[in-house]
Structures are given as structure tokens and as C-alpha cells.
């Protein structure tokens, strides 16, 4: 059996189990992680971000009732610049449908998810965290749990909508929770270190 890589280095993909750092987190279960009646919100920097964080989780949460609201900061257009076949404007009205798609495959409800998407300049975030955090705030309510990117994950976008994600949480008396997307590369980074 022929073994898929993660990238151009020839690692294999499943090089995310030797991260000491996952030796530590810790066994939860569904209702201590989000309370009976709370609602689970789901922020994701690109679309599709919202599926790889937490694809699993919103599964399991639709199935046993929970309210949803997913948030895409930006459209995702900006992944795979100079491509000749993905170009910007494609990716805008892709990369949304391709999230549609895989929460349709998850069984999620679509026609009462509540989905938000913020519009802002994918690759371009850096600098609007406050924005973002305002953004992110109306959204919010207490009592909610709120998921996002790691605020240490690596990618900027990721990073700063992490950070804003957190700042809005705790502004509105929600549960905060970092949730990896590029964890599979810290072994990879670490031994650049």
C-alpha cells in the first residue's frame, strides 16, 4: 500500500502523531464541551476552515440538537495566487460552494444553519483585528461556545481571526476554544527550530 504524503519533503501524513504536543490535551466528552441548550459557534477564517476544524463536531452537534452559527471572515479566494486555473474570482464563488457541499455530505441542516459570511480580503487580515473583533462580537451572545482557529497555528489569517475570535468571546461572556488546523506540521516545524 502506497502511503499519502503531506507535502514536497516526503513526510507522511500521518507524521501529526509524533507532535509532543498532543501527548497533553486532555479526554472530553460532547456535553462538557458544550453545555445542553448552548449554542456552538463556529468561526472559520476561509471558507471550508469551518469543515476541517470542526467538521466532525458540527456533525455531531446538529444530531443531537444543538443551535449552530458558522462565521467565514473571508471568501478564500486568495489560497493558491498565480494559479492560472484557480484565479481569485473563481475561488470566491467556489471555495463557499465547496464548504455547502461538505456540510450537505455531513447531514447538516442547511436550510436553517445559520451561516454568516463576513466578506472580508483573504491574506489581507493582519492589520484588522479590531474590525474583525467588532465583526465577530455581533454575532455573539453569552452562554454561547465559540470554536476557532488556534491563535498559534501558523497561518496570519488564522492566526489574527483566533485572536479576534477570543477578544469577541470574552467581551460577550462566551466559552473561547483553539481549535488546531495546522497541527500537522508542527513535528515539521519544530525540527526547523
Known sequence: MKSSLLNEH???AQ????????DNIP????????????????????????????????????SLGHPLQL???TDGSASHPGSRQWSEQRLSVFRPQESVEA???????????????GGFTDNALSDQQSQLTEFIGRY???GDVVFSTWRKDGPP???VVGRASFDAAQKA??????????AWHWPERDQQM
Open 27 to 62: 479526554v472530553i466528552n460532547t456535553h462538557s464541551l458544550v453545555p445542553a441548550g448552548a449554542r456552538a459557534v463556529v468561526i472559520a477564517p476561509h471558507p471550508g476552515d469551518e469543515v476541517v476544524t470542526c467538521g466532525g463536531l458540527l456533525q455531531l452537534l446538529s
Open 157 to 159: 489569517d488564522h492566526e
Open 103 to 117: 456540510l450537505r455530505r455531513l447531514g447538516l441542516p442547511m436550510h436553517s444553519l445559520k451561516w454568516v459570511r
Open 173 to 182: 461572556g462566551a466559552t473561547y476554544h483553539d481549535v488546531p488546523v495546522w
Open 15 to 22: 507524521i501529526w502523531n509524533s507532535a509532543p504536543q498532543l
Open 71 to 73: 462565521l467565514s471572515i
Open 10 to 12: 516526503g513526510l507522511p
Open 140 to 142: 455573539l451572545r453569552p
